[in-house]
């Protein structure tokens, strides 16, 4: 668990990605890798989901390949057979959450209030996903919510951009960032991998210049 945490931080940008047709994933996983970034989080937003962790883990074994917007347990029992190393819910589900530490499965949680954030900490976990980041209040929000928590991590997801990306990420409570403007699915129906290679490239040099800063 702490090495996947581990990756996830290294990486620093999460692509949170949305697959309607699961063949599409071994492509948009190579197209990844061309860009420098070797992590996808495939979203239960379809029924292509299992499928394309899948697809995406047997075929390609250097990508961190995670589950999305798992919402049920049977969801993360699915994903965790198909292949899936981290499992990340829109909101903290006691259920959920219960299931992934009882099996050793490494989960990020959605948070958006203190309340979240108890919750969570009461359970063990310390990284959390701050979800939707943008419309709860974007950085200055995450600054205000996150300062109590020392020692608590954030993913910061939902409406992350290549404009907005660097503030999130110089935030110290900022443990990496989850986006979906390098993999929109259109782009992915379109089979234009090579764009999505080009906006994950952007992606890894923000994370990249960012950095380099400290």
């Given at each position: 668990?702490?090495?996947?945490?581990?990756?996830?931080?290294?990486?620093?940008?999460?692509?949170?990605?949305?697959?309607?047709?699961a063949?599409?994933?071994?492509?948009?996983?190579?197209?990844?890798?061309?860009?420098?970034?070797?992590?996808?989080?495939?979203?239960?937003?379809?029924?292509?989901?299992?499928?394309?962790?899948?697809?995406?883990?047997?075929?390609?074994?250097?990508?961190?390949?995670?589950?999305?917007?798992?919402?049920t347990?049977?969801?993360?029992?699915?994903?965790?057979?198909?292949?899936?190393?981290?499992?990340?819910?829109?909101?903290?589900?006691?259920?959920?959450?219960?299931?992934c530490?009882?099996?050793?499965?490494?989960?990020?949680?959605?948070?958006?209030?203190?309340?979240?954030?108890?919750?969570?900490?009461?359970?063990?976990?310390?990284?959390?996903?701050?979800?939707?980041?943008?419309?709860?209040?974007?950085?200055?929000?995450?600054?205000?919510?996150?300062?109590?928590?020392?020692?608590?991590?954030?993913?910061?997801?939902?409406?992350?951009?290549?404009?907005?990306?660097?503030?999130?990420?110089?935030?110290?409570?900022?443990?990496?960032?989850?986006?979906?403007?390098?993999?929109?699915?259109?782009?992915?129906?379109?089979?234009?991998?090579?764009?999505?290679?080009?906006?994950?490239?952007?992606?890894?040099?923000?994370v990249?210049?960012?950095?380099?800063?400290?």
């Amino acid at each position: 668990m702490i090495d996947v945490v581990e990756q996830i931080g290294r990486i620093g940008i999460i692509p949170v990605v949305t697959i309607e047709d699961a063949k599409d994933a071994v492509p948009l996983g190579r197209a990844l890798l061309a860009g420098n970034l070797p992590c996808a989080e495939i979203t239960f937003r379809t029924a292509a989901a299992t499928a394309a962790i899948r697809n995406m883990s047997e075929a390609l074994p250097d990508m961190l390949v995670g589950a999305g917007t798992v919402l049920t347990v049977e969801q993360a029992k699915q994903a965790q057979v198909a292949g899936a190393k981290f499992i990340v819910t829109p909101g903290f589900d006691a259920a959920v959450v219960g299931w992934c530490l009882a099996n050793d499965m490494p989960i990020t949680p959605g948070v958006m209030t203190p309340t979240d954030i108890n919750q969570a900490l009461a359970k063990g976990l310390t990284l959390l996903k701050f979800f939707p980041a943008e419309a709860a209040g974007g950085v200055k929000a995450l600054q205000v919510i996150g300062g109590p928590y020392v020692g608590v991590k954030f993913i910061p997801t939902g409406g992350i951009s290549a404009v907005n990306l660097a503030d999130y990420l110089r935030l110290p409570m900022v443990h990496a960032c989850g986006g979906s403007f390098m993999v929109n699915k259109k782009t992915i129906a379109d089979g234009d991998f090579a764009t999505i290679a080009q906006l994950a490239q952007t992606a890894v040099d923000i994370v990249k210049s960012v950095r380099s800063e400290s």
